[in-house]
């Protein structure tokens, strides 16, 4: 015990002794620490925050009938099983689709009907399926509402209505013909611009097909999405879902190169940092050859001398290593803030992994001033250089 | 055989300069022993190889019985530690640490570091009241002192002084020599390094070394009295 605190005391004296040098190096080790703990809590989060932002470009799993099977329909049911083994939490939204051809009268006094898909959906979960759709007028967002139709951009050009006129289509399936209001017009950019949008219910009707639909689209947070596809179609019964591939890649390939770029700047950082803490080790070192002459001619051994060197480097490293994570912590809020526009989560195993890092980037960047201190010779303090 | 015996011993750096040539000597237990002569002459040399911090390049170095000729440096060290307590002209005291705290080094490597056994160890060398002093709050002579408190406090069988009074002034000289004086009539083994021979003439016993060799036969001091 008498021994440990003789050992703390040099130590802590050895510290006190050369402050500014410490400091330097102290600082070297806050600053490194304190941008990695940063990028680290960033990186972190940034999965969850990309998957939450790229659910603006729509959704990323898509539910059709089992393509094992002839089915090119499911029943609703099969929907609502699926949708019941997500977390409510974190399924921001689904939209079912049935398709059918049906005719569209062509507006004019000429009596001539174009084909044209009609597409019945649920229109109140655009705006977390596809929010990227822009909509001229309004989108039905009472699911009951059957007189109204919502075009593709392209469908109202080649039919020639605008919001407001009355647009008629029949189905030649079932006969049923309907008569219904344009209430809005959407750009998409892709091929919903030349489909005619009414809802389920309506398109069920005039297609013959009550409680049939053939796709669902659905928008679903987090990130490791394929164990719980794979878990659903083996559970649910007739049915395929898939992750939409571009979206999904897109996400996976941004976090591969942020994740590469992190460890890039991470490497850097280490390399200067072991820099800075080695160089100012170097010169504490040759400062001190005196003293370690003299504490070697006095009968210590060269393990001796170093663990006193590495306890202050652990230290050191220690320390910086805890405030370098504080910092870090405040820095990733910022990053977070004006970047994602949402705080960093808290993580309990940054702190440890902070501080294991810095007093091994201590410890790593004392290997060469250690081999110094072998090298010095107690006999220098007889000669008395 | 004497606590330290020299046989034959040449210390050779390079091709062939002989810091040491063939010298023997033996130094009884509770001598004191001075060894003189001008720069160059293989004081240091002598006080490296008697202090085990080198082997000789031949012949044979024991201190206390043991060959040093042939140990390694952990083994050097560890006979220094236990056999050996140095007493430096430039002091040597680490400055961060007070009076106290210096001794206490000594006895940190040696076994255990006890802090009133250290403060004793001042108090022998007339320090007790200067003991959480720092070195530089320290005169040259009270630092010297606190070298000698750290030299004895692991009961060496072996003082070895290197230019103990080469940095002080007259009062302070006469202060660390008499407290030699002390330390001989104690009974301890005193090896001393100096120019002065005035300093020489206290020990029991001069050694004169020139180009290596020992000058003359050793001589037994006849007026020790003369300067305490």
Not at chain 1, 219 to 234: A, D, H, M
Request: aromatic letters at 6%; hydrophobic letters at 40%; one cysteine or more.
């Amino acid at each position: 015990m008498k021994k440990l605190q003789m050992f703390l005391r040099m130590v802590g004296k050895a510290f006190k002794e050369r402050k500014s040098r410490v400091a330097i190096a102290f600082f070297a080790i806050v600053v490194g620490v304190g941008i990695i703990a940063s990028l680290f809590s960033v990186y972190y989060d940034i999965s969850i925050k990309m998957s939450e932002e790229l659910r603006v470009y729509g959704a990323n799993l898509v539910l059709a009938p089992d393509s094992q099977t002839s089915n090119k329909e499911m029943n609703i049911k099969e929907l609502n099983k699926v949708v019941n083994k997500f977390d409510k939490d974190k399924l921001v939204g689904y939209r079912p689709n049935l398709y059918g051809v049906v005719k569209a009268k062509t507006k004019g006094v000429l009596d001539v009907k174009k084909p044209v898909v009609l597409v019945g959906t649920w229109f109140d979960q655009v705006d977390q399926v596809n929010p990227y759709w822009k909509v001229e007028g309004e989108l039905l967002a009472n699911k009951k509402v059957d007189d109204e139709v919502v075009l593709g951009k392209e469908a109202a050009k080649k039919l020639g209505y605008d919001i407001g006129d009355t647009l008629t289509i029949l189905s030649e399936k079932t006969g049923k013909q309907k008569e219904l209001i344009v209430s809005g017009i959407i750009t998409t950019g892709n091929e919903a611009d030349n489909q005619v949008f009414v809802n389920l219910t309506l398109a069920q009707e005039l297609l013959g097909k009550t409680n049939k639909i053939n796709v669902a689209y659905f928008s679903v947070l987090g990130q490791g999405l394929r164990p719980k596809v794979k878990q659903i179609n083996k559970t649910v019964d007739g049915i395929e879902l898939e992750t939409i591939k571009k979206i999904a890649s897109s996400e996976g390939k941004v976090l591969k190169k942020i994740k590469s770029l992190m460890y890039l700047v991470v490497m850097i950082i280490l390399l200067s940092t072991l820099l800075c803490v080695s160089t100012t080790m170097m010169t504490i070192v040759t400062e001190r050859k005196e003293e370690i002459g003299l504490k070697k001619a006095l009968g210590a051994e060269n393990s001796n001398i170093i663990i006193e060197f590495l306890t202050e480097a652990a230290i050191l490293g220690g320390i910086g290593g805890l405030v370098g994570y504080g910092i870090g912590f405040l820095g990733a809020q910022a990053i977070g803030q004006s970047v994602f526009d949402s705080y960093i989560s808290f993580r309990i195993m940054v702190v440890p992994a902070s501080f294991i890092l810095a007093v091994l980037v201590s410890c790593l960047a004392s290997i060469i001033p250690v081999r110094m201190v072998v090298d010095i010779d107690p006999a220098v303090v007889l000669k008395g250089e | 055989m004497g606590l330290i015996t020299l046989e034959n011993v040449s210390k050779i750096y390079g091709e062939d300069v002989r810091a040491l040539d063939n010298v023997s000597l033996d130094i009884e237990e509770g001598e004191w022993v001075s060894i003189m002569g001008p720069s160059g002459s293989g004081k240091s040399t002598m006080l490296n190889l008697i202090g085990c911090m080198d082997t000789p390049s031949k012949g044979a170095v024991k201190i206390d019985s043991i060959d040093i000729s042939e140990l390694d440096k952990k083994e050097l060290t560890k006979v220094r530690r236990e056999k050996i307590g140095l007493v430096f002209q430039q002091f040597h005291l680490v400055p961060y640490l007070t009076a106290v705290e210096n001794v206490m080094v000594a006895q940190y490597y040696h076994s255990m570091a006890e802090e009133e056994e250290a403060r004793q160890a001042l108090e022998r060398v007339g320090l007790g009241h200067r003991g959480d002093h720092l070195p530089k709050e320290l005169s040259g002579g009270e630092q010297q002192r606190v070298c000698i408190a750290r030299a004895l406090i692991n009961y060496p069988k072996l003082i070895l002084a290197d230019e103990p009074t080469g940095n002080l002034d007259k009062e302070n000289e006469n202060i660390v020599l008499d407290l030699f004086n002390e330390l001989h009539d104690q009974g301890h083994t005193i090896m001393m390094v100096t120019h002065d021979p005035k300093v020489g003439q206290l020990a029991e016993r001069q050694i004169n070394l020139d180009h290596g060799k020992l000058k003359d036969k050793p001589q037994i001091s006849e007026d020790k009295e003369l300067v305490s």
